[in-house]
């Protein structure tokens, strides 16, 4: 029992270590390497925000927790939303902020999608895990609240089953244990579920939160960035901050200390296709030779852009061709809803891309 408890909470207590130091304690123990070198920590892990407080944009969200935290106390919560918004970080601060830093890897359980969470996980780890009991007081004598909260982080992809196998052990432990549950798409979380839940949507981050907040850590890295390059990684990331701090992480390690993030690095970092390649392959269409189009096909694919990619760039293109009518426009549109469908299962992307384009040359040369 104790194993799984040190197991359980392993990801948590490691992530709490990472959290611990910001920008200006990179120096503490835990930060260094063998060599005495400071450890380079991932910046999304170095700027989540500690506090709720600190979590930008999602006002209601923080607004109720605030009073939660308060009052000690915390119903069950399920956050919902796109990638990047802030979800896990706004839970794992709260619960820091309930618990403090010590009781916070005893109280917590984290599990996400890469741990095994079948009905037999939920059934055995999580009820266990559950039925400890939780004392009510703090080492520093604040009050403490005597419940602990179990994350399930992207609960999205658990099975119907397991979420079945839950809803039982939510109801039943509901004195000690308090459950949060995160995810991209509520409606794959089963309905007895959410009826348990408090329900939070997290809003995809507005453009200026996203600059404003890449531009401290930009200041507070010591790199200096274009303005272009901002808007890139804007673009690039489609509001995900998540992929935003990681393209700026790797764009920094790539320009060096002294050297300036240009538009032209982020957009190589995120694999976004250039413009002329991708007006090179809609000029083809209407060529309508099926060797010339199988050539710029190729090429692309042998610069190692990504199909997807190129799908969701060339969305923008068709929609602004004037060349096309609407009607074309939709059926062109559905084919590509074809192709992502396929390119998720695991089709092959050249083949794919072919037959995108192909649909595209016939609109374009024979649709009417
Ligand atoms: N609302 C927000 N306010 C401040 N930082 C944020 C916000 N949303 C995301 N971030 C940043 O993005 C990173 C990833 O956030 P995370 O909470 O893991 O997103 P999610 O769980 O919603 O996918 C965090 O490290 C944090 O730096
Ligand atoms: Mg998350």
Redesign the pocket.
Known sequence: MQAFLKGGTSSAAAKEKTQSPGPSASGTKSQKGKDGKAKPVP???????RSVE?????DEVIAVLKKCIQGSDLPNLL?Y??????????I?AAARQLFGPELFRNRVLELNASDERGISVVREKVKKFAQLTAGGSRSDGKPCPPFKIIIL?EADSMTKDAQSALRRTMEKESKTTRFCL?C?YVSRIIGPITSRCAKFR?KA?ATD?LTS?LKAICEAEGVSIEDAAVDALLAASGG???R??MYLQSASRLCGQDGTISQSMIFNIAGVVPEDSLDQLISTCSSDSYEELDKVVKNVIFEGYAASQILEQLFDKVVNMNTLSDQQKAIIFEKMAHTDKCLLDGADEYLQLMALFSTIMQQSCHGS
């Open positions: 910046w999304i892990e170095k700027y989540r925000p600190d979590v930008a944009y999602q956050f939303g796109p990638p990047g918004t802030g979800k896990t970080s706004t794992l982080d995160i991209n997290f981050l939160i907040r995900d901050m998540r935003a701090i």
